[in-house]
């Protein structure tokens, strides 16, 4: 079965400044890899996939995140976050022969002005 | 891109009430629905999953009988909550699934606030 573990319940960052959100996961065989961002009160959006190729992956909003299969992490990177980049954001992980998607408990993004 | 809408946004009910939430693909056709539930601040937790025209697949410790789930047509999905009491009370969201090359890519709904007084 595979799970996913984010370490940091919360983050803050000042405005402009750079976020590391991280995130990894354990799985027997292999997954796919998702961020998705969730604004107050709304469902989740996309951010970014991991399922082959290059493990440098480009999101939306400016984000990326790194497939590294040694560390089993995938963590997601901003250079420079605006206060609107406030949100929860969850990292998931599907099977590849499975639909499921199982999402990690999420690490709330507090821009400081 | 895929859309999927969910109807109602919000609704509050009484206690002992059923309440119907839908779940629609909006620009595509999904022969698979899954229906998460997401406590405050908590992340989303998978209930069940819906292929159409087949009875749906519940995770462990959800009640089949308490949350039915309907999947009558590859555009809507629906849950219904029975008898529903206080601790019902939850972000219900749905996602559809689209088949996009080796992968069937979810597209999440907005969710629904289901408040049980």
């Known amino acids: 079965a595979q799970s996913v573990t984010q370490l940091d319940s919360q983050v803050p960052v000042f405005e402009e400044a750079p976020v590391e959100l991280r995130c990894n996961y354990s799985?027997?065989?292999?997954?796919?890899l998702f961020w998705y961002v969730q604004y107050p009160n709304q469902g989740l959006q996309l951010l970014l996939k991991?399922?082959?190729?290059?493990?440098l992956v480009k999101g939306i909003n400016g984000f990326e995140a790194e497939f590294n299969k040694s560390q089993t992490s995938f963590h997601l990177r901003k250079p420079s976050v605006h206060i609107s980049d406030t949100a929860e954001y969850f990292c998931?992980?599907?099977?590849?022969?499975?639909?499921?998607?199982?999402f990690g408990k999420g690490t709330r993004l507090h821009i400081l002005p | 891109g895929a859309v999927v809408s969910q109807h109602p946004s919000r609704v509050i009910c009484k206690s002992g009430t059923s309440v119907k939430i839908e779940c629609r693909s909006l620009?595509?056709?999904?022969?698979?629905m899954f229906w998460y539930r997401q406590f405050p601040k908590q992340s989303l937790m998978l209930m069940a999953t819906?292929?159409?025209?087949?009875?749906?697949?519940?995770e462990q410790g959800v009640e089949k009988d308490k949350f039915l789930i309907n999947h009558a047509s590859l555009t809507l999905s629906t849950l219904t909550v029975t008898s529903a009491h206080p601790e019902d009370s939850s972000f219900y969201i749905c996602?559809?699934?689209?088949?996009?090359?080796?992968?069937?890519?979810?597209?999440f709904g907005p969710g629904t606030r289901l408040t049980v007084l």
């Open positions: 991991y399922l082959s190729g290059s493990t």
């Open positions: 799985s027997s065989v292999s997954v796919y």
């Open positions: 998931a992980v599907s099977h590849v022969r499975d639909d499921k998607i199982i």
């Open positions: 996602s559809a699934s689209s088949t996009s090359g080796n992968h069937n890519e979810q597209f």
């Open positions: 819906s292929n159409e025209g087949s009875k749906a697949t519940y």
């Open positions: 620009d595509f056709q999904a022969t698979t």
